[in-house]
């Protein structure tokens, strides 16, 4: 094997012509790879698509929290959507100036939402009765409100954040009281913002619901408005030959959309977006190999070094990663069920697939694997989560993979305050 080329549509720029072969002599399997130029261009190409004057792209953290990515991306001028403390305390330590951090805030205690304000980064507020308990806390303060816009979009139940079943978000029959409450603790509301859902497929949605945020913002209302958030929840393609979402024109009726309702504001506003897995997904490879091949009644089954704890999404909203046989890549197309090695039988990152013949010592690369499966890694039956490489033009940055034992004596020590 020397070197590997991805030609489908998704992938064809991230990792062609990579010698993966000689990051494999060097690392220990299971590990994440990802592609530092993919990212890069993924970043240029969403914030050039929105066609209005003044874009800025915050990168929702949580997809992939990789300091390297957060320092590449940090470097190229993208701000930071975080979700929990320990996300905007690491965006500042990688480099991210306070007001390039977004925080937002959901079922947050008042304790976080001090220690967050202590920082100077602002804080989106997404429920009466938090907006109630900051103004209390910190009358005078500058503020974003979150609204649910009521539309319900995404590739699963469990990524949906708009309409009735939602926990996110104010909603928009709601701005009166809102406002009510900003007017009695002094609050400015410098933003809005509103995030629909995940992997949507459908451009309507999108526009719909930045339709819905903007028809409740008057002059009167907002006026220290600066910005309003449109969120993210930009389909990704996983299945090879899929068509990818054209967004371009997407970008170009948000465009027309927003340079309408300024015009009706009186003043431009900043148009400010949020693409989480859009910028990593197709980043970042899995690479596991396999130990062990069974076969149940014609029923091939390919056994890897890694299982559901290191990449949960099949699992938890069965999502489909397409899988590469990198040490056989020109195989006959067998079909395998690709199984992990914990102790359950969900265990399976793909079944009934076709993949090129499988055999014991083979290496798979899971695909668009940067987004929500590192930074969703557990260490369910204490199995330790995977390094992560970080590949940028010709140099490599690896962090390291903790030992069996040493994940063990760390447990212990943190129960037993053993030094």
């Not at 429920?127 to 910190?138: D, I, Q, T, V």
């Not at 979402?245 to 003043?267: H, K, P």
Request: with cysteine; net charge negative.
């Amino acid at each position: 094997m020397e070197k590997i080329f991805f030609e489908t549509e998704s992938f064809k720029n991230s990792f062609n012509e990579v010698n993966i072969d000689e990051i494999l002599h060097q690392r220990q399997t299971p590990f994440f790879l990802y592609s530092g130029e993919a990212l890069e261009a993924r970043y240029v190409f969403i914030k050039n698509c929105i066609q209005w004057k003044d874009v800025s792209v915050f990168y929702a953290m949580k997809a992939n929290y990789n300091p390297d990515i957060l320092g590449l991306l940090m470097r190229a001028g993208c701000g930071i959507d975080a979700v929990s403390p320990a996300e905007v305390f690491l965006a500042l330590r990688c480099g991210f100036a306070p007001e390039k951090i977004i925080f937002t805030s959901n079922n947050t205690t008042s304790a976080e939402i001090d220690e967050i304000y202590e920082t100077g980064v602002l804080i989106n507020i997404d429920s009466l009765s938090r907006l109630e308990k900051f103004g209390n806390a910190h009358r005078g303060a500058k503020i974003c409100l979150r609204f649910n816009c009521d539309v319900v979009a995404g590739e699963h139940p469990h990524i949906m954040t708009g309409g009735t079943k939602t926990k996110f978000g104010i909603l928009l029959s709601d701005k009166t009281r809102a406002l009510e409450i900003c007017g009695r603790y002094n609050l400015t509301v410098t933003g809005v913002h509103n995030h629909t859902g995940s992997g949507i497929a459908d451009k309507s949605k999108l526009i719909e619901s930045m339709k819905n945020l903007l028809s409740i913002l008057t002059p009167q209302d907002f006026p220290d408005l600066e910005f309003a958030d449109f969120g993210g929840g930009f389909k990704v393609p996983y299945h090879p030959g899929e068509k990818e979402v054209d967004y371009d024109s997407l970008g170009s009726a948000m465009g027309e959309l927003f340079t309408d309702f300024c015009a009706g504001f009186g003043r431009d506003l900043h148009l400010y977006i949020e693409p989480g897995k859009f910028m990593t997904s197709d980043c970042g490879l899995f690479i596991v190999q396999v130990n062990t091949l069974k076969d149940n009644r014609g029923r091939l089954i390919a056994g890897v070094n890694s299982g559901f704890p290191h990449l949960i999404r099949p699992i938890l909203y069965h999502a489909y990663h397409h899988i590469v046989n990198l040490s056989n890549p020109a195989g006959e197309q067998k079909v395998y069920d690709v199984c992990g090695n914990i102790c359950e039988s969900g265990d399976c990152f793909a079944v009934d697939r076709e993949i090129a013949e499988i055999r014991e010592g083979d290496y798979l690369a899971i695909m668009n694997a940067g987004a929500y499966c590192h930074a969703m890694a557990s260490v369910y039956n204490l199995r330790p989560i995977p390094a992560e490489v970080f590949l940028y033009k010709g140099s490599i940055s690896a962090s390291g993979a903790i030992s069996n034992r040493g994940l063990a004596d760390a447990i212990y020590d943190n129960y037993y305050g053993r030094s």
